[in-house]
């Protein structure tokens, strides 16, 4: 049996994005730059991409700019927004809880001239809102924020954030790390007042190298790639035209049945985290406080619907993670993207978890694929393996 | 320029009639280093190896792939030139010097051997009027027999040969030529280098990892397969013997005094080695311990463990400081994969302090604690061991 629940690292591939993809790089192979036939053919895959995006994020195509994922994207957004706009004003906030990927890249601005603020959460990764609003200033530039943490699941209001944070500072700019929230939720930028999101192809079931940028007509960005000027100047690069058309074939699929797959996902999540919170030394993180002891569903919907993240106190993760790996159960300790590093987990950190706990954090992540059956083996394999487990440990 | 390399080996040389046996051993040695590069051919004759190269062959590839093989002391590029009649052979050793040291403000001698005992020039004959020569062509060399700056060697055989490089081989004894060891291999920092240095004495090489799912990972094992990668580029081929330890290390650790965890815990890791080995025929056990480096490799402690196989277990770093190891480890490239961060078999129930001074005598009173089961679980870890082919 192979029960996969890391799809926060990254999913499978959806038989559709598959067929696309193999499409473009067998048969329709062309570069879109080229002026024949085939270079043709290739660009209108990318317009059809463009425009499946736009439609779900109710944009224009022309606003979405493809990259090679999350990353890019990130590193586009706040380093491209802040070369472009640096005689205006060179103040960025962000959290205690952002991916490296927004974490470094600001790190990079701060060395080279900006200044940057990080906003607090709460113990359960909730942004502390006033906290947040105290830090806008007359020079501040950018406001980069996490849809959903890809460590705790926990999610920020992000409508209401934006709109106070604009109702303080008018042509404040707001960038959306969306890239655990894309195919989770109904993300609509204009509405929102969304200048700038981020989302990655491989967490919805497209493939690995592909991801994209929204940008808000309007919004000034720099290139951070320099070369032939494709896609407007903003990326060079001969396009990843497979992985673009895998990617808008993804986007149509991911909002399918929208509404009756998230509730599948939460409702497996509110069985896994009863019973999980019920056995003893364990702690459930990114919920909020309301959600215990019975996680009602109108309070688990205030945290994402596909990631758990738990604290087993007395196992050491990675001991845990490979027990369950044996019975054919694939979670992350923390974050995959994380996990490398010995250095404890910004988030874990952030929201003020205890140091001991934080070596005993997995992270189990569904998809629209998990299934009942999947999620009740798994906290029948949790509860049998957890006191085995802690029989054996370093003693202290 | 260079079409040929000279090889040359220091101690083989001094074995008496089974000389043959070391030069036979070292010239299979280079071949198998070279097999993967190209068609070369490798020649004994007369107390060295010669090696002369394909069309084309990469020069530094070479060198590198000759550098890992034990028993060679030096290695000579060697410029070959087709006649030995004396014009051509003059103005071919000329021409070497000309493309070779541009800037030609040196002393030198040269220094010959001839095997055509005919010819018309003694050794000594050739030296002089091969020096001559070279100085009428390049007024601003000086000739220094003492100590010159460059020794230009010249061979008359049917060709000739000229050199003046000498690379430094590693030294030792070609792998094979000494019979056959089990390392146990941990992943850390000593155990790689151990297993270098007593190949480099001759021995071939069997190694046994102690794995324990889920309490270490695939990746711990992963790098314990890629160090032993490491390791073959010297010692060629060998067998990774991966032993699942998980059961007797939970059962000792549900038995015994945590504190004595680790020891007990080694001195199952040496017998079930000692089984291996003597499966695979080894004549010893190799371990990367060093005096004092840690609470298990304490005299007390070294002496238990060593108690338990009548093998003999040899420690080529016993008196090696960490620094010393680590400098090798890094010479040999394992260092960077030995400071990965995964947990091996030996830290993850390490107690806070385990005994630094056990007395043989109390942990032997421990162990009897584990008769019930554990000859049968050390049956079944010899039953499920997976053997890696390495190299």
Known sequence: MEIYLDNSATTKVSEGARDKLLQVLYEDYGNPSSMHRMGVKAEQYMKEAAAIIAASLKVEPKEILFTSGGTESNNLALIGCAMANKRRANHIITTRIEHPSVHQPLVHLEENGFEVSFAPVDSSGKLIKEKLYELVKENTLLVSLMYVNNEIGCVQDIPELCAELKKLKKDIIIHVDATQAFGKYKIYPKREGIDLLTFSGHKIHGPKGIGALYVSNGVRINPVVFGGGHQKGLRSGTENVPGIAALGQAVQEIYQDFDAKVARMYSLKQKFLREVSRLQDVTINGVPLECFPDFEMEALKKTAPHIMSVSFQGVRSEVFLHALEDKGIYVSSGSACSSHHPTPSVTLTAIGMDKNLMDSTLRFSMSELTTEEEIDYTIEQVKELLPLLRRYTRKR | ?391
């Not at chain 2, 034990?70 to 590029?77: A, E, R, T, V």
């Not at chain 2, 010159?148 to 008359?156: A, D, G, I, L």
């Not at chain 2, 067998?239 to 015994?256: A, M």
Request: glycine share 6%.
């Open chain 2, 1 to 391: 320029m260079f079409k040929a390399f000279l090889i040359k080996y220091a101690e083989i040389g001094l074995k008496g009639n089974n000389r043959y046996i070391f030069e036979n051993a070292l010239r299979d040695r280079i071949k198998e280093a070279l097999d993967p590069l190209g068609d070369y051919l490798v020649s004994k004759e007369q107390g060295r190896i010669f090696v002369e190269c394909p069309e084309g062959y990469d020069y530094e590839e070479t060198v590198e792939a000759l550098q890992r093989v034990f028993g060679i002391s030096s290695i000579c590029p060697v410029a070959v030139i087709e006649s030995s009649q004396w014009e051509i052979l003059t103005k071919g050793v000329g021409d070497y010097v000309e493309a070779m040291y541009p800037d030609r403000n040196f002393t030198f001698k040269v220094e010959a051997k001839r095997a055509d005992k005919n010819y018309q020039y003694t050794s000594p004959e050739i030296c002089i009027e091969m020096g001559a020569y070279l100085l009428r062509r390049f007024p601003e060399m000086k000739v220094d027999v003492h100590e010159p700056s460059v020794r230009v060697t010249v061979e008359v055989r049917t060709k000739c040969y000229v050199y003046s490089i000498i690379i430094p081989g590693p030294g030792g004894m070609p792998v094979g030529c000494n019979g056959k060891a089990m390392l146990l291999l941990s992943g850390g920092i000593d155990s790689p280098v151990a297993g270098y240095m007593i190949s480099k004495r001759g021995v071939s090489l069997a190694a046994t990892y102690f794995h324990a799912p889920p309490y270490t990972s695939d990746r711990a094992k992963q790098k314990v397969v890629d160090l032993a990668e490491k390791i073959a580029k010297y010692t060629g081929k060998f067998k990774l013997f991966v032993v699942n330890f998980t059961d007797i290390q939970l059962y000792i650790y549900d038995q015994c005094p945590h504190e004595e965890l680790t020891i007990i815990m080694r001195r199952y890791m040496m017998r079930i080695a000692e089984k291996l080995a003597e499966q695979e025929g080894c004549l010893g056990l190799i371990t990367g311990e060093s005096i004092g480096q840690v609470a298990s490799q304490t005299m007390q402690s070294l002496a238990a463990t060593n108690e338990v196989c009548t093998m003999p277990v040899y420690r080529p770093l016993i008196a090696f400081d960490k620094k010393d190891i680590v400098e090798i480890a890094e010479r040999i490239d394992t260092f960077e994969t030995s400071i990965q961060p995964f947990e091996d078999c030996c830290t993850i129930f390490v107690a806070k302090h385990p005994v630094t001074k056990p007395s043989t005598k109390v942990i032997k009173r421990s162990e009897e604690k584990l008769e019930e089961k554990i000859e049968a679980m050390i049956e079944e870890a010899m039953n499920t061991v997976e053997v890696i082919a390495v190299g």
